[in-house]
């Protein structure tokens, strides 16, 4: 089965400071993977995906995420923090075999990057 | 870029009645439309998925008598919570796929309900 883990409920982060939010994965073939990003009382906005090619993979609002085959990771960064960074992030990967657009989310990491 | 309008954004409603949320993608056809239920401070929960023209597949566990989805069209799909009652107040997504190349879901802004 096809899974998504976020280890963190919560990071804090200094503004300033370069922040990661960790994501592994258990898929069965190649993964398409993605990150998005949930402000309080609103839908899911897109940050970036991992199809094929580059392991770095950039995105929105200066974020970048690494896949790790090896590690089966897809951690999520940015070198400067910033508060309005602060959201809750969710990491999902689609489920390939059902043949859909249907995704697996990992049960999101808060971001709290402090002033 | 792709949008996906969903409407209302918040409703309150009495224990027993109908409540109808709306999604539709304003730019694009969205062949797949997928609903999904959150919970404060929880992931999101999906609930059924939606096609165009067909019966939506709802994920074990969900209700179809309870939760009525329709995807009449190409643009519009709608997820009706019949006689709701407090325990179904909760923070429902809609999202869609078909927007061309993108491999990406278009997530609308989410519904809030409250049953009072």
């Known amino acids: 089965a096809q899974s998504v883990a976020q280890p963190e409920d919560q990071v804090n982060v200094a503004e300033g400071n370069p922040l990661t939010v960790k994501c592994t994965y258990s898929?069965?073939?190649?993964?398409?993977l993605f990150w998005y990003v949930q402000y309080p009382n609103r839908g899911l906005q897109f940050l970036l995906k991992?199809?094929?090619?580059?392991?770095l993979v950039k995105g929105s609002y200066g974020f970048e995420a690494e896949f790790n085959k090896s590690q089966t990771s897809f951690h999520l960064k940015k070198p400067s923090a910033l508060v309005s960074d602060s959201a809750l992030y969710f990491c999902?990967?689609?489920?390939?075999?059902?043949?859909?657009?249907?995704?697996?989310f990992g049960t999101g990491t808060r971001l709290k990057v402090l002033a | 870029g792709a949008v996906v309008s969903q409407h209302p954004s918040r409703v309150i409603c009495k224990s027993g009645t109908s409540v109808k949320i709306e999604c539709r993608s304003l730019?694009?056809?969205?062949?797949?439309m997928f609903w999904y239920r959150q919970f404060p401070k929880q992931s999101l929960m999906l609930m059924a998925t939606?096609?165009?023209?067909?019966?939506?597949?709802?994920e074990q566990g969900v209700e179809k008598d309870k939760f009525l989805i329709n995807h009449a069209s190409l643009t519009l799909s709608t997820l009706t919570v019949t006689s709701a009652h407090p325990e179904d107040s909760s923070f429902y997504i809609c999202?869609?796929?078909?927007?061309?190349?993108?491999?990406?879901?278009?997530f609308g802004a989410g519904s809030r309900l409250t049953v009072l």
């Open positions: 999202s869609a796929a078909g927007f061309s190349g993108a491999n990406v879901l278009t």
């Open positions: 898929v069965s073939g190649n993964p398409y």
């Open positions: 991992y199809i094929t090619g580059d392991n």
């Open positions: 999902a990967v689609r489920d390939r075999a059902s043949g859909t657009y249907k995704y697996i």
């Open positions: 730019d694009f056809q969205a062949t797949t």
């Open positions: 939606s096609n165009e023209g067909s019966k939506a597949t709802y």
